[in-house]
Nanobody
Framework: QVQLVESGGGLVQPGGSLRLSCAASGYTFSFYSMAWYRQAPENERDWVAS???????NYADTVKGRFTISRDNAKNTLYLQMNSQRPEDAAVYYC?????WGQGTQVTVSS
């Protein structure tokens, strides 16, 4: 079955960087668009960025210019490079592919 497993979350200071990874299995990863979402406490799950099967990215305005989504089809892995992080970036980050979701990885931005 399809499985998405996120990793790379943690505590980062404002202005710092983290890279999230999402390892995919159980389907032909390279065929599908992928996306990152995030959900802060008491908020809805919001779209952060997506990438087509061909590698074309798209970003929410709130992260444009700071975050970079990428994929390695040979490794069946999706990435999210997060730079210049702000306290409002703190959330659980989820990997999404079609109808499948990962379990999420927590990102905390605090000094």
């Amino acid at each position: 079955q399809v499985q998405l497993v996120e990793s790379g979350g943690g505590l980062v200071q404002p202005g710092g960087s983290l890279r999230l990874s999402c390892a995919a299995s159980g389907y032909t990863f390279s065929f599908y668009s992928m996306a990152w979402y995030r959900q802060a406490p008491e908020n809805e799950r919001d779209w952060v960025a997506s990438i087509t099967s061909g590698g074309a990215p798209n970003y929410a305005d709130t992260v444009k210019g700071r975050f970079t989504i990428s994929r390695d089809n040979a490794k069946n892995t999706l990435y999210l490079q997060m730079n210049s992080q702000r306290p409002e970036d703190a959330a659980v980050y989820y990997c999404n592919g079609g109808e499948s979701w990962g379990q999420g990885t927590q990102v905390t931005v605090s000094s």
